[in-house]
């Protein structure tokens, strides 16, 4: 069992940067594949960035290539979501994920969820 907690979000003016952060109970942490989704008003629930059990593989939406970073570090069971140059249409609850597999931007295949951070972008 894998239990989430997100922190970080809030509000922004366009063009500025938020830094999410996501906290892991447990000793296993190291053994899933983490990844950030986003859910908008009215809007489905959308694969934003992922990374793999190690670390040493990041994959992203394109929406957010060359704008958002994701990391991890399992010595501090965290996982974290650095993002830069923010638009309106980034506003959204940010939600992490784990997974047992690694490379999976489907949410169907993701097992804990945390309860999510609202993330707001003015223009």
């Known amino acids: 069992q894998v239990q989430l907690v997100e922190s970080g979000g809030g509000l922004v003016q366009a063009g500025g940067s938020l830094r999410l952060s996501c906290a892991a109970s447990?000793?296993?942490?190291?053994?899933?594949?983490m990844a950030w989704f986003r859910q908008a008003p009215g809007k489905e629930r959308e694969f934003v960035a992922g990374?793999?059990?190690?670390?040493?593989?990041?994959y992203y939406a394109d929406s957010v290539k060359g704008r958002f970073t994701i990391s991890r570090d399992n010595a501090k069971n965290t996982v974290y979501l650095q993002m830069n140059n923010l638009k309106p249409e980034d506003t959204a609850v940010y939600y992490c994920?784990?997974?047992?597999?690694?490379?999976?931007?489907?949410?169907?295949?993701?097992?804990?969820w945390g309860q999510g951070t609202q993330v707001t972008v003015s223009s």
């Open positions: 994920a784990a997974s047992i597999y690694d490379y999976i931007n489907d949410p169907r295949n993701y097992d804990y």
């Open positions: 990374i793999t059990r190690s670390g040493g593989k990041a």
């Open positions: 447990g000793r296993t942490f190291s053994r899933y594949g």
